[in-house]
């Protein structure tokens, strides 16, 4: 089956990088994305990545994918307080039917 | 939460009660999905559409039926709802056009069995 974990919380300081992992266990995963969740609201897709790729850079995101060690990662950087959110990382293997699944998700903290 | 409405917002039951959560797009997505989601557990996927006419279980669809409208509407419904189905239920719709992805979160309900 597909399970996708994640470490539950980060804290690190503004202006600083943050970075969240995630590692997920089907090796046939075709598409994975990084998502945030601010308080009381819905999930803001952040960006993705296709299976075939090593990294993919977005302003100040960067996802790094080993897909030897199934691990997937984003980085923050200049981490500023709007930054602080629950972010899920989540993957859609291949032939399963665009069934996607969540990771636990990551509570990142920005403290001044 | 541009495109995908979801109603109500908030809602009480009592345990046995039956109820229905609308989801509704207007991106003409083919897939469409419904989560909970509880402290410390993430997400969990509960049903899922990949396209019109098609409905799959998902991690923990016991106590939960869906139905597929149309196109533009997916609907969850708890039959005898429980105490253990109090969460916050997320619909989404995810269109994939070639490299573009798409996905869109409705704002959730929040909904307490007591």
């Known amino acids: 089956g597909e399970d996708v974990e994640q470490s539950l919380f980060l804290s690190v300081r503004e202006g600083d990088s943050s970075v969240i992992n995630c590692t997920y266990t089907?090796?046939?995963?075709?598409?994975l994305y990084w998502y945030k969740q601010e308080p009381g609201a819905g999930l803001q897709l952040l960006t993705y990545?296709?299976?075939?790729?090593d990294m993919k850079q977005d302003q100040r995101l960067t996802v790094l994918l080993n897909k030897k060690d199934k691990h997937l990662s984003l980085r923050i950087a200049d981490t500023q307080t709007g930054d602080s959110a629950i972010y899920f990382c989540a993957e859609i293997p291949t032939g399963g039917g665009n069934k996607l699944t969540f990771g636990t998700g990551t509570q990142l903290k920005v403290e001044l | 939460n541009a495109g995908v409405t979801q109603t109500p917002k908030f809602q009480v039951l009592k345990t046995g009660q039956s109820m229905t959560l609308q989801c509704a797009q207007d991106?003409?997505?083919?897939?469409m999905y419904w989560y909970r989601q509880d402290p410390g557990m993430g997400l969990r996927l509960i049903y899922y559409?990949?396209?019109?006419?098609?409905?799959d279980k998902g991690e923990v669809p016991n106590g939960y039926n869906v139905s597929r409208l149309n196109k533009r509407e997916f609907s969850l419904r708890l039959e005898s709802a429980a105490p253990s189905q109090t969460s916050v239920y997320f619909c989404a719709s995810i269109g994939f056009e070639g490299a573009v992805h798409e996905q869109y979160f409705g704002p959730g309900t929040r909904l307490t069995v007591t």
């Open positions: 991106m003409n997505h083919n897939s």
């Open positions: 089907d090796s046939s995963s075709t598409y």
């Open positions: 559409s990949a396209s019109e006419g098609t409905t």
């Open positions: 990545i296709f299976s075939n790729m």
